[in-house]
Nanobody, 124 residues
Framework: QVQLVESGGGLVQTGGSLRLSCVASGRSFGGYVMAWFRQPPGKEREFVAAINWDWGTPYYADSVEGRFTISRDNAKNTQYLQMNSLKPEDTAVYYC?????????????????WGQGTQVTVSS
């Protein structure tokens, strides 16, 4: 059974930092694209960042470019999202996702597996 389990969310002040983790299990993710999405209160789920499991070229949404960094540790089957200079508009439930290569990176439908989400709240 494939599982993606996020952790690391919490409450932080504006300008602060958090690091989210996502542990993947249940299958080999070689060649897969790993991504983070988020869903702000009352809004649709939106793309944040993506990285290929095997080669590390990242891809970011404009809203987080320069502040967030996506990475992965293949030996630990874990991907990370380092979030710096957080803003109140970053408040959301953050989801880890995994999908096969060759699809559009910023579309929800491109991803097969999803985690349960972790809450990030940025206070002003």
């Amino acid at each position: 059974q494939v599982q993606l389990v996020e952790s690391g969310g919490g409450l932080v002040q504006t300008g602060g930092s958090l690091r989210l983790s996502c542990v993947a299990s249940g299958r080999s993710f070689g060649g897969y694209v790993m991504a983070w999405f988020r869903q702000p209160p009352g809004k649709e789920r939106e793309f944040v960042a993506a990285i290929n499991w095997d080669w590390g070229t990242p891809y970011y949404a404009d809203s987080v470019e320069g502040r967030f960094t996506i990475s992965r540790d293949n030996a630990k089957n874990t991907q990370y999202l380092q979030m710096n200079s957080l803003k109140p508009e970053d408040t959301a439930v953050y989801y880890c996702a995994a999908g096969p290569p060759g699809r559009v990176l910023n579309r929800r439908a491109s991803y097969t597996y999803w985690g349960q989400g972790t809450q990030v709240t940025v206070s002003s």
